[in-house]
């Protein structure tokens, strides 16, 4: 059997604008080099690389019962993600101004649904049931994962958290990092990647990967040892959900048996591969790009 991972987290449709160069804080005009829409949100970029790996995976979000929502629950659906939807006012949606360097401006045009999120006894038991039969859990960051962390150690499987771009003393984020198996995280709010990665080991985590974007990633394990991993070569098209999409080969080969290097290699390959497309993995483009 394959195996089975729950994400936990959001999904949304985006609109992708590419520009030369972010706008300067000031009245002007600028013209895109091209835009896009497409589904966004770094738990379905995770659930989507999982499900084409060959994990059986669940994405658990929350969507709106608009025309936004249905075109992600229809795209997810067709990608192979398992949904299991929790009905919202709106569906999530962003304006992310991108740059071919990788630099993003992210505008959110409806907010996360955190505010929506009361407690619901038989719902979260529900939940529960399906992470106690998962291999491993994801839950990302936002208002609503961080309230389930508790149930998710309850279950006793691996839990596996995204901290993005976690700078050491973030308040929100602490929750994530006690309860953590694995860690991962960006550089951009450090200056040195490895002392913070070591850091986020003090709470127990097996170890702690931090992407370096084209430098590739590094990592940190519980007895001290530290790996890196190179960028593989690729033509980058598109930087959105990179980093989901090293962190879902690193799990997938995790599962498969493979040690930590091995893994980053499966994460740097992987990442590579979703380079190519605009969209958040390949497995869009013929749902969403006219032939």
Known sequence: ???SVLVHGPASWNRIVLLDRLPAPVPHTVFADRSWET???TSAGKALGLATLGCDTVLATRLGVDDDG???RYLLDRAGVRLR?????ATEKHLNLMTPRGERLSIYLAPPADGEDPADPRGDAALQSVMATADALVLDLSAASRRLLPLARSTGRPLWVDLHDYDGTAVFHQPFLEAADAVFLNADATDDPEALARRCLRFGASFAVCTLGAEGALAVDAAGGAHRVAAAPTEVVDTNGAGDAFFAGVLQAHLAGAGLPEALE???????LV?????LHPVLDALLDPL
């Open 1 to 3: 059997m394959p195996p």
């Open 39 to 41: 589904v966004g949100g």
């Open 70 to 72: 249905e075109r992600v």
């Open 85 to 89: 939807v929790t009905p919202s006012a």
């Open 266 to 272: 499966a994460g740097a390959a992987h990442a590579a």
């Open 275 to 279: 380079l190519r497309s605009r969209h």
